[in-house]
Antibody, heavy 123, light 110 residues
Framework: EVQLIQSGAEVKKPGESLRISCQAS????????IAWVRQMPGKGLEWMGI????????KYSPSFQGQVTISADTSLTTAYLQWSSVKASDTAIYYC????????????????WGQGTLVAVSS | QSVLTQPPSASGTPGQRVTISCSGS????????VTWYQQFPGTAPKLLIF???QRPSGVPDRFSGSKSGTSASLAISGLQSGDEADYYC???????????FGGGTKLTAL
């Protein structure tokens, strides 16, 4: 059974660093892309970026380039999303989602999703 | 402002057929396949339609997708109260070099 299990909710102050995780199981981690998607309170979905754990190739949305870092640890079958300095505007639910590796990025889809990690940033 | 445009809401009576539209441009829907996701309150999105009109295993055939030019549609036939959710379209945008989503449509069964 494919599962993406995300780390728990985080409460941070502006300026703090943060890393959230997405542990994959039930499939070959290195054969699929893992994306991160943001959902701000009461708003829609926004694609942040994606990583192919097999070779660590990473692509970011222009809106999030330089704002976050996506990485993966194949030994732990875990993908990460990190901030060096969070802002109040980073308050949102963050989802990880799997993208089939046998599809080109532009023709694929997100077939399994994590349960989401709530990040709250407030002074 | 989302790159893909969806109506904020849609509704229908149980048993009715409802459609949700998704409008884009030549750099996204006009160039690439469309996917649709269903999201119930407080839960993660779920893949509903991929490659414009393909249903993943387990998705009822009451749900169907279509695409024409720079627009796409999701149709739900035999509407049920359990279909009340938010629905999002998505496609790869070749100009932005990124996945883009619609703003979402809240479906209500009257």
């Amino acid at each position: 059974e494919v599962q993406l299990i995300q780390s728990g909710a985080e409460v941070k102050k502006p300026g703090e660093s943060l890393r959230i995780s997405c542990q994959a199981s039930g499939y070959t981690f290195t054969n699929y892309w893992i994306a991160w998607v943001r959902q701000m309170p009461g708003k829609g979905l926004e694609w942040m970026g994606i990583i192919f754990p097999g070779d660590s190739k990473t692509k970011y949305s222009p809106s999030f380039q330089g704002q976050v870092t996506i990485s993966a640890d194949t030994s732990l079958t875990t993908a990460y999303l990190q901030w060096s300095s969070v802002k109040a505007s980073d308050t949102a639910i963050y989802y990880c989602a799997r993208h089939p590796g046998n599809y080109k990025l532009w023709s694929g889809f997100f077939d399994f999703w994590g349960q989401g990690t709530l990040v709250a940033v407030s002074s | 402002q989302s790159v893909l445009t969806q109506p904020p809401s849609a509704s229908g009576t149980p048993g009715q057929r409802v459609t949700i539209s998704c409008s884009g441009s030549s750099s996204n829907i006009g160039s690439n396949a469309v996917t649709w996701y269903q999201q119930f309150p407080g839960t993660a999105p779920k893949l509903l339609i991929f490659s414009n009109n393909q249903r993943p295993s387990g998705v009822p055939d009451r749900f169907s997708g279509s695409k024409s030019g720079t627009s796409a549609s999701l149709a739900i036939s035999g509407l049920q109260s359990g279909d009340e959710a938010d629905y999002y379209c998505a496609a790869w945008d070749v100009s932005l070099n990124a996945w883009v989503f619609g703003g979402g449509t809240k479906l209500t069964a009257l």
